[in-house]
């Protein structure tokens, strides 16, 4: 987990009451659908998902408005737009990554706002100024996306990359969303039988990082037994059906390069004792820090061939620069890894964000970055890059409906009773023996599982 905080980007979604709305691109020729939903609610104030349908023509830019029925109800703040308001309108601008709209083309917008009384629905939403009272067909439904056993690994299979995206034995592209440990070495309490199957049963989770620290009391302290632990939570992730991420949780020191022969030893142990597993995914160095890509691709160019003597078929997954942010948090930007990629087959890059700490700037990098590069999101907080502060409930929404849209799966920290505000569960509760229900689950505990609860969508055929 991040230690520092990265330099906060200046946040587009983040509104004036005030502001004045941006002049209207040129509008599209025949219509388009809103489905709106009020995600959630509380005392004077609430959640919205705003889903725009383009109905017209092909649009390269676009402003939604609608109108607020009260008075008293104002946007606070919203995201995957620059959103805006002006009297009781509210308009809404793509941003970078989803300013085009062909025909038929969908973007999913939110914002979370204040009222007074009652909380109406909007009205009188337009795009580009065209009226949007039309209406799309509803899909046919989905067929069983679970055959078989119905886990995540019976459903899905051996993993592989196939072009910028995370794909299962029927060469389909998936998202697997789940959660990561803390440091086994501080919370393995928190890891057994009646916790997997929370995380399995109730949580609905596709994987369970595994996060082994090298440094702070961790691998270098005993590898043998650091390695037997980590083979365990990987059995116990296979028998529950899901995915096992087995995290070299390297931090302190940044340059991976300082633990390169504790990393060929471990590797080649699990890789050996794993490889004719299906769950296994290999993450080779969790947040490199203070170094060049140059010095990080020379690690991965090293471990990668001590993995693929034992497993030449799993996924592996290279930490980036500036803790895992594709460089962003060292000023740099994805480039440097699309100028210069990794010398392997099958294998994907890690990008790590903060809610409250990375902003638009960062997701725009992701956005960018996953037409070129296969990203999974081995961690993630909804709070600050410390681990601690209020949870960021807005910036959190906006990351996750990336990733959902973008199918970048991801692992949040952390699945542990940690006394700080990023762990999913209460202090105590790795005491006990509950794991799922809300009298043991944080802010952030609650709103993650109602994330990775929903129904998968793991296509078939």
């Known amino acids: 987990m991040k230690r520092i905080v990265a330099l906060l980007a200046t946040c587009a979604t983040a509104v004036g009451l005030t502001a004045l709305l941006s002049p209207q691109p040129a509008a599209a020729a025949a219509g388009c659908k809103v489905d709106y939903t009020v995600t959630s609610q509380w005392q004077g104030g609430f959640q919205a998902g705003v889903k725009v349908t383009n109905l017209g023509d092909p649009v390269s830019g676009w402003t939604l408005r609608f109108t607020l029925p009260d008075a008293g109800q104002k946007l606070v703040q919203g995201w995957n737009a620059t959103w805006s308001q002006s009297g009781s309108t509210v308009g809404a601008t793509g941003v970078d990554w989803n300013r085009t709209l062909a025909t038929g083309a969908s973007t999913d917008l939110g914002f979370v706002g204040s009222f007074t009384g009652a909380n109406p629905k909007p009205s009188a939403f337009t795009l580009n100024g065209v009226a949007c009272t039309g209406s799309v067909e509803d899909p046919p439904p989905n067929p069983d996306p679970n055959p078989g056993n119905g886990t995540p690994v019976g459903v899905n299979g051996q993993l592989h990359v196939c072009g910028v995206n995370l794909c299962n034995q ?17 919370f393995s309490k928190c890891y057994n039988g009646a916790s997997l199957d929370a995380l399995a049963k109730d949580w609905k989770s ?22 037997s632990r980590v083979n365990s939570l990987v059995d116990m992730a296979e028998a529950r059906g899901m995915y096992a991420l087995i995290d070299f949780h390297t931090l302190t020191p940044g340059d991976p ?18 490889a004719a597993k299906k769950n296994v995914i290999y993450e080779i160095a969790n947040e490199p820090n203070g170094v060049s890509w140059s010095a990080i691709k020379n690690y991965a160019e090293q471990v990668i061939p001590v993995i ?7 996924v592996i997954i290279v ?28 294998i994907m890059y890690a990008f790590h964000f903060y809610a409250a700490s990375h902003k638009d700037n960062y997701r725009a990098t992701v956005s960018r970055a996953a037409s070129k590069l296969p ?7 909804t709070v600050s890059a410390t681990g601690g502060g209020t949870m960021d409930r807005a910036g959190t929404t906006a990351w996750l409906d990336l990733l959902d849209q973008l199918k970048i799966s991801y692992a949040n920290w952390t699945y542990s009773d940690a006394d700080e505000s990023s762990a999913a569960l209460k202090p105590g509760t790795c005491d006990g023996t ?6 043991v689950l944080t802010e952030s505990g609650a709103l993650i599982k109602s994330r990775i609860s929903t129904a998968d969508s793991f296509p078939t055929s």
């Open 434 to 439: 509950d794991y799922s229900s809300s009298g």
């Open 257 to 274: 390069n300082y633990n390169l022969d504790r990393a060929k030893t471990f590797f080649t142990s699990v890789a050996a004792r794993n």
């Open 319 to 346: 930490g980036t620069r500036g803790w895992s942010s594709l460089g962003v948090s060292d000023g740099s930007n994805e480039t440097e890894v699309v100028n210069s990629p990794v010398n392997a087959t099958n």
């Open 170 to 186: 029927h060469n389909r592209p998936i998202q697997l969303r789940g959660m990561s440990t803390h440091g086994i070495q501080w």
């Open 308 to 314: 693929r003597a034992a497993d030449p078929d799993a």
């Open 206 to 227: 596709d994987l369970l990082r595994i996060a082994m620290y090298v440094q702070e009391n961790g691998y270098e302290t005993d590898p043998a037994g650091f390695t």
């Open 375 to 381: 990203l999974f999101v081995t961690e993630f907080g």
